[in-house]
């Protein structure tokens, strides 16, 4: 926290004194974040505020009337917060601040400064800066937020008094007390090494796994979040020698009329739709992502594997159709979703898959093609802007962003790429998409020498001819992964995405740099156990993400708090949430949820799985919420059509299941079991329409089920009464899920 305290607090301790009385204030949260508590008047919610230069109270103008802050005229207003459980140099760029007009209409406030008041040491002050869109609307409620935890919301007034918004349901006056309160204490982190509460329990799964269990939910909650990331952490996958859960496939011939002719006399089981199903088509590499989310141990690898193709993307949807040929891509993202993010980078880089997915195995001295080049940069490592480590862009003296890279430097990063191909075909007629890519040789990469980032020189080969092109080659893409690895941009450009797909859209830059210390040097964290001084590591990246107080607690009430559930989270943990079965519920599911299903369950809603339509992945993490300046990047994929498809998934697999299919051949079917899922233990409480929503409550919502949701689906179940019992609680347990999983509520992960 920053010690220097403004004028407009020093000038102003005498106006504070005025206006405190002797009320007590709010009790605190007894969950892990307290709820920061906002000062206000003796007897109503009007906040103690005061213009920052000039100590005028309310109302404020929206620009200054005396200059202070260069050519930014905008007004900076100081309000005062109690309760504030704040890590050890934690200051402004932890919280986020808005308010509200008599519209509804939401406006950010940019959180400026944050200290302690002289001689009042549990008051903070916090300067705010009113937003360019806010006009002299009359009174707003101003919020602040801290950890994912809000604060009451104060009145204050903007342009003139009066008007704005109703006070919110049970808001109170919070005055501060006359006697001082003690300072806060720092926030210490907590070692989660013992038992969990069933609340966070539940919100610490929905972040590491595809999905909370019931029996998952017990085992992590006795054992302790640090025990299950270190056991996760361990993990052996199906496939060792790949280090990875998905098989080895075999390569079929690149002719698939060839591989796949009308008939095969030397098979009597042969059927040619089953040989394009299973060679041609993503039918296994969906069955094998839907079984491992539904059913595999390996729960985080998964998770984060999968947050990190939706960043170093390569898709299936067209030059990569094939199974055999994405699958060495998946298994790369496995073996090293959290191993080092260098070797990722540069294991990903040489796949065959990614070499003809942007064309980097085409491009040659003479002939470069600069796809490749350019998205390493773009997205694969430091993005657009140059970065602060907090994530935020630095801006130059005229207030622009600063872009990392130009034309010129995609033009020197395209040389380096230049000179790579397929190795040897696995045989006659089998491109080889199984080995990583190898140096063409004779003259086909550029041997010169070439000026990348910040000066970065790689000089040139002394003999760039036949096997002195292969070596000069290596040499060259071992410094640019080095090189790129290293860039200052890549830890807070990285953690912010993965902190997006896996906890919140919108991580407070303290958060986003609490991670990016850990990405650049993995004993920089607040848990350090097991580093070694290395940067990269994504197994301490991943495990300060979801230890961070912002990613922890039993609930969260910051509104902007959370992320949509995308597509494959939001089936996914769906149906593990309720045991899945075969169709017949003898067995297990058989996986078949994606292509060939009965319905496309995430590919109906826009995400079809490892077939992104661009190499922007389904949707990018920038996305705004249309009206709103709150990043929601899974909304891009979010629409009427979609929303209702959602709706109309989950009616399928609560009402009808997925059945077993016998197409195409019944001795080969693409449905052998189908899916269901099992509603007997809601059927036992179905008695009691109010044991099945608590229930529902505690594993679909932690617990944070509103009222208004909660006393609309008792009604509705009260209102399903067949005679007999048996089928009464079929009905009112499948309509309860329904309606819990169609909610609203339910579609944010918080």
């Known amino acids: 926290m920053k010690t220097s305290f403004p004028r407009c607090a020093v000038i102003g301790i005498a106006l504070l004194l005025c206006v405190l009385s002797g009320s007590s204030l709010a009790t605190a949260d007894a969950a892990t974040n307290k709820k920061p508590v906002l000062i206000s ?8 505020a005061f213009e920052s230069v000039t100590m005028k109270a309310e109302p404020f103008a929206l620009t200054a009337t005396v200059p202070a802050f260069g050519a930014d005229p905008r007004t900076r207003i100081c309000i005062f917060a109690t309760d504030l459980e704040l890590l050890p140099g934690e200051g402004a760029n932890a919280f986020t601040s808005d308010v509200q007009d008599g519209t509804g209409k939401i406006y950010p406030l940019r959180v400026e400064y944050v200290g302690r008041v002289p001689n009042f040491p549990g008051i903070t002050m916090i300067i705010v800066r009113l937003s360019d869109d806010l006009t002299a609307v009359g009174d707003v409620l101003l919020r602040l937020n801290l950890h994912g935890m809000s604060s009451n919301r104060v009145r204050v007034a903007i342009g003139h008094t009066g008007g704005g918004p109703a006070d919110d349901p049970g808001a109170v006056a919070t005055p501060a007390p006359v006697t001082p309160p003690a300072a806060d204490l720092p926030l210490v982190p907590d070692p989660f090494t013992g038992p969990a509460t069933e609340a966070d329990t539940v919100r610490f799964l929905e972040q590491a796994s595809w999905g909370p269990t019931p029996a998952e939910i017990a085992r992590v909650k006795a054992m302790g979040f640090m025990a299950y990331l270190n056991e996760q952490f361990n993990l052996p996958t199906t496939n060792p020698a790949k280090g990875s859960n998905y098989p080895d496939l075999a390569f079929p011939l690149d002719d698939s009329s060839q591989q796949c002719p009308v008939s095969n006399p030397a098979d009597p089981n042969y059927n040619q739709a089953v040989c394009v199903r299973d060679n041609y088509s993503m039918y296994p590499i969906h069955r094998t992502f839907f079984t491992n989310a539904l059913y595999g141990n390996d729960q985080l690898r998964q998770r984060v594997a999968f947050a990190l193709h939706q960043i170093l993307v390569v898709s299936a949807n067209s030059e990569v159709s094939r199974p055999s040929w994405m699958t060495p891509y998946l298994q790369a993202l496995d073996r090293n979703a ?30 470069p093609n600069e796809n490749f080049a350019r998205e390493i940069l773009q997205l694969f490592s430091i993005g657009t802007d140059v970065l602060n480590l907090d994530g935020t862009p630095q801006h130059d003296s005229q207030g622009n962003t600063i872009p990392t890279y130009s034309q010129n430097d995609v033009n020197e990063f395209t040389r380096v790429f230049t000179g790579w191909n397929f190795a040897t075909a696995i045989g006659a007629g089998i491109t080889n998409f199984r080995d990583p890519m190898v140096p063409r040789g004779g003259q086909n990469h550029d041997a010169g020498s070439k000026t990348l980032l910040n000066g970065f020189s790689i000089p040139a080969c002394s003999s760039p001819n036949g096997t002195a092109n292969i070596v000069c080659a290596q040499s060259d893409m071992n410094a640019v992964m080095t090189h790129l690895a290293n860039h200052p941009n890549v830890g807070p450009f990285i953690s912010k995405q993965l902190i997006q797909h896996l906890v919140t859209s919108n991580p407070s830059p303290a958060y986003v740099e609490r991670v990016a210390r850990v990405f650049n040097n993995d004993c920089s964290g607040l848990y350090p156990q097991g580093c070694t001084n290395v940067r990269g590591n994504l197994r301490l990246v991943v495990q300060a993400i979801l230890l961070d107080p912002e990613a922890r607690g039993d609930v969260k009430t910051d509104p902007n708090y959370g992320k949509l559930r995308e597509p494959a989270q939001y089936i996914t943990g769906f149906l593990r949430a309720f045991n899945p079965k075969s169709f017949d519920k003898t067995t297990t599911s058989d996986g078949t949820l994606g292509n060939r299903s009965s319905t496309d369950f995430t590919g109906s809603l826009d995400q079809p799985i490892y077939q992104p339509t661009t190499v922007f992945s389904y949707y990018q993490p920038s996305y705004e919420v249309p009206g709103t300046k709150i990043l929601g990047p899974a909304f891009g994929i979010l629409s009427t059509t979609t929303t209702l498809r959602r709706a109309n998934n989950i009616n399928t697999l609560v009402f009808n299941g997925v059945s077993a299919n016998a197409s195409p051949t019944p001795a080969n079917p693409d449905r052998p079991r189908g899916t269901s899922i099992d509603f007997a233990n809601l059927e036992a409480l179905a008695g009691n329409p109010v044991d099945v929503v608590n229930a529902l409550d505690a594993l679909l919502l932690h617990g944070t089920m509103n009222p208004q949701m909660r006393t609309s689906i008792i009604n ?14 079929q009905k009112r347990a499948r309509t309860a899920v329904y309606l819990v999983a169609t909610s609203s509520q339910y579609d944010i992960q918080r």
């Open 41 to 48: 008047q003796t007897t109503n919610t009007r906040a103690v």
């Open 338 to 367: 959290l191993g080092n993010y260098r070797t990722l980078l540069n294991e990903i880089t040489l796949t065959s898959a990614m070499g003809e997915y942007l064309d980097m195995r085409l491009s040659t001295r003479t002939n």
């Open 716 to 729: 509705t179940l009260n209102t399903i009464n067949d005679a007999t019992i048996t089928t009464r609680n």
